[in-house]
């Protein structure tokens, strides 16, 4: 793997360890398990919801419904976070040839000789999204992305190597960033659709 001259940080657990990447991690642990239950409860207590009516629309006056389809919509945004196979990069650092990563389930390491290596990047109203996904031998995906704010360039460069390239390869980022995006919306769209045809009245 390539060497970077700003890369010594990124040999040692550093902000991966820290406060604020523990209090985030633990928010999110307790946020997933909090969403699932107030899913859960909207599906199951329908009968009881139900009796207080529905909308011209159709849709429940109930506020559970609101709640669950709200926790749905974070869920399906985070869903790479939410499922373990996403961390942020200040939150991987590298343990000589392994990636070790601190995610929602815990950590895990990726060995980047033989690993499969996807970077990309997103335009948001915030600036450029500099991510990368990896897959090892094993066919096991690690996407190193930050949830929040844009950049990430650098730190992904210390840790993967230098990505910098021809127009073409920047072009190819672009694209795969917009599937990027677009999986994601086609899992929020999936799990509020569920939702709303489970919410909708009989």
Same mark, same amino acid.
């Given at each position: 793997? %390539? #060497?970077? &001259?700003?890369?010594? %940080?990124? /040999?040692?657990? =550093? /902000?991966?360890?820290? %406060?604020?990447?523990?209090?985030? !991690?633990w928010s999110a642990r307790v946020g997933v398990v909090l969403a699932v239950v107030v899913i859960v !409860?909207?599906?199951?207590? #329908? %009968?009881?919801w139900s009796s207080q009516g529905f909308d011209a629309d159709g849709y429940p006056l109930a506020v559970l419904p609101d709640v669950a389809l709200v926790c749905? +919509?974070? +869920?399906?945004?985070?869903?790479?976070?939410f499922s =373990?196979?996403?961390?942020?990069?200040r939150s991987v650092h590298r343990d000589g040839d392994e990636l070790v990563?601190?995610?929602?389930?815990? #950590? $895990?390491?990726v060995r980047s000789a033989g690993a499969r290596l996807v970077r990309f990047r997103m335009l948001t109203n915030v600036g450029t999204v500099h991510g990368?996904?990896?897959? /090892? #031998? $094993? +066919? $096991? @995906? +690690?996407?190193? !992305?930050? @949830?929040i704010g844009a950049g990430g &360039?650098? $730190?992904l460069q210390a840790l993967l190597g230098d990505g910098s390239g021809a127009i073409g390869r920047v072009v190819l980022e672009h694209?795969? =960033?917009f599937v990027w995006l677009l999986a994601t919306v086609v899992v929020v769209v999936t799990l509020v659709t569920a939702l709303l045809v489970l919410f909708s009245a009989p």
């Open positions: 793997m %390539p #060497r970077h &001259a700003t890369e010594g %940080p990124v /040999d040692a657990p =550093g /902000d991966a360890e820290g %406060p604020w990447t523990r209090i985030g !991690l !409860l909207a599906v199951v207590t #329908r %009968p009881s749905a +919509l974070v +869920l399906g945004v985070g869903w790479p976070w =373990g196979i996403a961390a942020s990069t990563a601190v995610t929602v389930y815990g #950590r $895990r390491r990368a996904l990896l897959v /090892d #031998r $094993r +066919l $096991r @995906p +690690l996407v190193v !992305l930050d @949830p &360039a650098s $730190r694209v795969l =960033g």
